[in-house]
Nanobody, 120 residues
């Protein structure tokens, strides 16, 4: 069994910063692509950023230059450093990870989500 546990969300004023963490645990053989998505009320879930095992990154245009995704492969953990936050960044943030289990089953796992609220 594999699970992803997120932490670090909260309430922050516009211009502030938050750091999200997402740790994968359980019967993990390897962790490949990891990423962050977000979903604002009344909107579809959208990609925020992804990072490969080799640490190649990809960002949504709306967060480029403000957010930084990183990972610690030894800890199967992905981070999202969010700076210069805007009210429009308010959403539930979800992490995901493409994981091969110790039974060599590959699938994408999702975290439970963490609320980020940016006040103006």
């Amino acid at each position: 069994q594999v699970q992803l546990v997120e932490s670090g969300g909260g309430l922050v004023q516009a211009g502030g910063s938050l750091r999200l963490s997402c740790a994968a645990s359980g019967s993990i053989y390897s962790t490949n692509l990891m990423g962050w998505y977000r979903q604002a009320p009344g909107k579809q879930r959208e990609l925020v950023a992804t990072i490969t095992h080799g640490e190649s990154t990809n960002y949504a245009d709306s967060v480029k230059g403000r957010f930084t995704i990183s990972r610690d492969n030894a800890k199967n953990t992905v981070y999202l450093q969010m700076n210069s936050l805007k009210p429009e960044d308010t959403a539930v943030y979800y992490c995901n990870a493409d994981i091969v289990s110790t039974s060599y089953t590959a699938r994408r796992y999702w975290g439970q989500g963490t609320q980020v609220t940016v006040s103006s």
